[in-house]
């Protein structure tokens, strides 16, 4: 192949190498450049050139961007918060108003990040009359379960931007335990249960008692903790048993007294209604008997001299 034959291919190498690098490229293709043979030359050089002076290109260009958003910065008064199930919380960025003179300037956004990945936040409303004083409110209502974890607060100021970021945490108390105490037939055991609801999971533990209880734990739609311990034992007079709830996460401890039942000295049967209601009966019985028979044998003596006259007046004369 001839080199004129050759020399739209050399062309498009060289046009290459311009885009690539400019007067390089130029001064490899002028001067003899349009032919093949010195292409893959200058090709080489460009690659070199290339692959020495992007990553300083990246760099110059991460240190303005850097520079850009150090001159605006995004700090919070508290980076982690704690809310009782069901109550509100307010997350709160703030920033300097003064480098955001437009409130067109000013966009901002709550970001919960889950697995590596973050997405806006659908919980949090932003109160919009709080960023002309620098501060980038997000209302979250009735804290539920699913509220908790870590979010990002995001503000961008035209060209500048910052961010931070926030923990939730949603505490339900075992405040409110309900207790059952049954006895089991033909055992001489009796069966203890407290149960109560709350969030993180908590731990159950009894005081006063040596063998070991059954507890276990569901959760419920709202996404709280349902724990139900159960505990099987013979009562022993005088002792108190009580169940206690600890919440390791929230380093919060509640607990109830269970009782009582059996747990003290017999006591002798007192004297019941029923018991006075017999003996009545029986004393009013054989006084009634008695009276019955006084008045017979007081009427068996009365009687004949009564009835003497009118015997004679029933005979009818013929």
């Not at 150090?70 to 509100?88: D, R």
Request: net charge neutral; hydrophobic share 40%.
């Amino acid at each position: 192949m001839s080199l004129a034959s050759r020399e739209p291919e050399a062309k498009g190498y060289c046009e290459m190498l311009f885009l690539c690098l400019g007067s390089c490229a130029k001064s490899c293709c002028e001067d003899g450049g349009w032919y093949i043979e010195n292409v893959p030359s200058c090709l080489h050089l460009c690659r070199s050139i290339q692959a020495m002076f992007l990553p300083l290109l990246m760099l110059s260009l991460g240190l303005q961007l850097h520079h850009i958003a150090a001159l605006f910065t995004v700090t919070v008064p508290k980076e982690v918060y704690t809310a009782e199930f069901g109550s509100n919380v307010s997350l709160e960025c703030d920033f300097d108003h003064r480098e955001c003179t437009e409130l067109e300037e000013i966009r901002v956004s709550l970001q919960k990040v889950e697995n590596d990945t973050s997405s806006p936040s659908e919980r949090a409303t932003l109160l919009e009359e709080a960023l002309p004083l620098g501060k980038a409110l997000f209302h979250i209502s009735s804290v539920q379960v699913r509220d908790a974890g870590q979010y990002r607060c995001l503000v961008i100021c035209g060209a500048a931007w910052d961010y931070k970021y926030l923990t939730v945490k949603v505490k339900a108390s075992y405040k409110n335990i309900d207790t059952r105490i049954l006895e089991v037939p033909g055992t001489g055991e009796v069966q203890l249960t407290c149960q109560a609801r709350g969030y993180p999971l908590a731990e159950v533990s009894w005081l006063n008692v040596s063998v070991p209880a059954n507890t276990s734990h569901i959760r419920t739609p709202e996404g709280l903790y349902q724990v139900t311990s159960v505990l099987h034992l013979k009562p022993q007079p005088g002792t108190n048993v009580s169940c206690m709830f600890w919440n390791a996460h929230m380093k919060e401890l509640t607990s109830a007294i269970i009782g009582p039942l059996g747990w003290t000295e017999p006591k002798v049967p007192g004297t019941s209604p029923l018991h006075v209601f017999i003996p009545s009966c029986i004393v009013a019985l054989i006084f009634t008997a008695a009276v019955i028979a006084l008045r017979k044998k007081l009427c068996g003596k009365l009687c004949p001299r009564n009835r003497s006259g009118p015997v004679v007046l029933g005979v009818r004369m013929i």
